[in-house]
């Protein structure tokens, strides 16, 4: 089936070049110059994925993320950000948003997006499809059967590997704790993986995902025709989960309604399909993340008291990677290998520049964000090292300052990009021009504009 892409970009001759390249790659394309153009053409035809700009004159990429999770929620978002961005991206990522990609960028680095959620939307349906013998199967957000696991070797790594060596094989429920992209499900799965409940099944769910409404028949399943939609007798997390480990992702966001439910099922250790009169025992061990204060919320009454010690009988706490910075060009490894495989690539490593680059980048987005910077940057790469030209402008001009609390207006942020390229590029116009990816012309006209003296 020809999947169907919206895109919302103001610059009309990108968003036509865009929209021409994707549909010689088989899509079908419309484009809205306007976020209210936009909401409309998603309120009435249902796309599979949106690529909208993180800022339109007239709407946010954030809010249009909002408005599609209500409107058309199998819908897959991509962010196109500009400048210095990527602390938002990251936000509109733990929102739910597919990938932002920073711009400029080439249209294959955003094929390679699509293809991959393409790829990852059809084993899904096929783990489904597997499982689906007479009853639907509730919607399971993983089915990666075995993620490598990277140990790393600093000291903050070796504490976390042993603490998860330590509780896995017990059967106590574990709160991890991190920032988006850490590795939260990964040190799940390798939890499960230390349990002698390793052969069974390891379901993921993304709470944050599950609508109030249905989280009910979600969590523990529902009978044919017990509300309107119930077309069919439907398996729900617990039971998928059965003897085996049961994650919650964000289990912050659930209801507190939802918080009710899932406490009563880890007490009693039985559940009632919505519509059901008979309890079925459950053997499943929970292991739940957060990347909020759960504390917090439970102070401020948003997250129950009673189900946060239920959870947290032992908690993990996932350092950032730039806690971990030792272990940074381990990753690189692994994730440039995992590229190389991935896209039939033979880079062998990074240019000098690019490491410099990378060690003094901050990875907001942590693991998740490196992965991806380095799977692009191997996909553009034609040389044996990835050269400085293939990585993400936030990554090569930041500096320490400019990371947290930045003002976002793109004229303060423009001129500090600005001001860092000169300084990489000692003060010599056509280098920065190349760092900046903008033409000698441009870079002297945005000099004179914002006053700049050389
Ligand atoms: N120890 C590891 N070894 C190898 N890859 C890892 C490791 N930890 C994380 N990754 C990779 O980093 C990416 C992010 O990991 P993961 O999805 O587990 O993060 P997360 O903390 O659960 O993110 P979120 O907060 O958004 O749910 C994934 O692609 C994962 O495969």
């Not at 489904?128 to 639907?136: I, R, Y």
């Not at 917090?296 to 947290?312: G, I, M, P, Q, W």
């Not at 908690?315 to 495989?341: G, M, Q, V």
Request: proline fraction near 3%; include cysteine.
């Amino acid at each position: 089936m020809i999947q169907q892409i919206h895109i919302i970009e103001d610059d009309v001759a990108f968003g036509k070049m865009l929209g021409s390249f994707l549909e010689r790659k088989g899509f079908e394309i419309s484009i809205s110059l306007t976020g209210a153009h936009g909401r409309k053409s998603l309120s009435s035809a249902s796309f599979d994925f949106l690529i909208t700009d993180l800022k339109l004159p007239d709407d946010s990429g954030l809010d249009l993320l909002e408005y599609v999770q209500r409107v058309s929620p199998n819908t897959k978002v991509i962010l196109m950000t500009g400048y210095a961005e990527v602390d938002t991206a990251v936000m509109a990522i733990k929102k739910g948003a597919l990938d932002y990609i920073s711009k400029p960028f080439l249209p294959e680095e955003l094929l390679m997006i699509i293809n991959e959620a393409s790829k990852n939307n059809s084993t899904v349906l096929k783990t489904k499809l597997e499982h689906n013998t007479s009853q639907e199967v509730a919607n399971l957000e993983v089915v990666q059967q075995n993620p490598v696991f990277v140990k790393g070797i600093s000291e903050t790594s070796k504490k976390f590997n042993e603490y998860l060596k330590l509780v896995g094989p017990t059967d106590m429920c574990v709160l991890i704790e991190g920032e988006s992209g850490t590795g939260k499900e990964v040190a799940a799965k390798a939890i499960h993986n230390y349990s002698d409940r390793r052969n069974k099944t390891f379901v993921a769910v993304d709470c944050g995902a599950i609508p109030n409404e249905i989280a009910a028949s979600e969590f523990f399943g529902h009978l044919k025709g017990s509300f309107t939609g119930a077309i069919n007798d439907k398996k729900g997390h617990f039971e998928a989960a059965n003897g085996g480990t049961l994650f919650l992702d964000e289990v912050g966001n659930l209801s507190y309604e939802n918080q009710i439910q899932l406490l009563r099922a880890l007490q009693e250790r039985r559940i009632k399909p919505v519509g059901s009169n008979t309890e079925i025992d459950v053997d499943v061990r929970i292991i739940s993340a957060t990347n909020e204060d759960l504390l917090k919320a439970v102070s401020e009454r948003t997250f129950r008291e009673d189900l946060y010690h239920r959870l947290n009988e032992f908690s993990i706490r996932i350092p950032s990677l730039h806690e971990r910075k030792e272990d940074l060009f381990l990753f690189i490894e692994y994730f440039l290998n995992e590229a190389n495989r991935s896209l039939g690539k033979e880079v062998l490593g990074l240019s000098k520049e690019v490491e410099e680059a990378f060690k003094n980048y901050a990875w907001p987005g942590n693991l998740r964000e490196l992965r991806n910077v380095i799977k692009r940057s191997v996909l553009l790469t034609n040389s044996d090292l990835i050269p400085l030209q293939v990585i993400p402008r936030e990554v090569i001009l930041y500096k320490k300052s400019t990371s947290k609390s930045v003002d976002y207006s793109k004229e303060t942020n423009e001129k500090q990009l600005i001001l860092n390229a000169l300084k990489e590029a000692d003060f010599n116009k056509t280098k920065a021009a190349k760092l900046l990816n903008i033409t000698r012309k441009t870079l002297y006209n945005k000099l004179e504009l914002y006053n700049i003296e050389l």
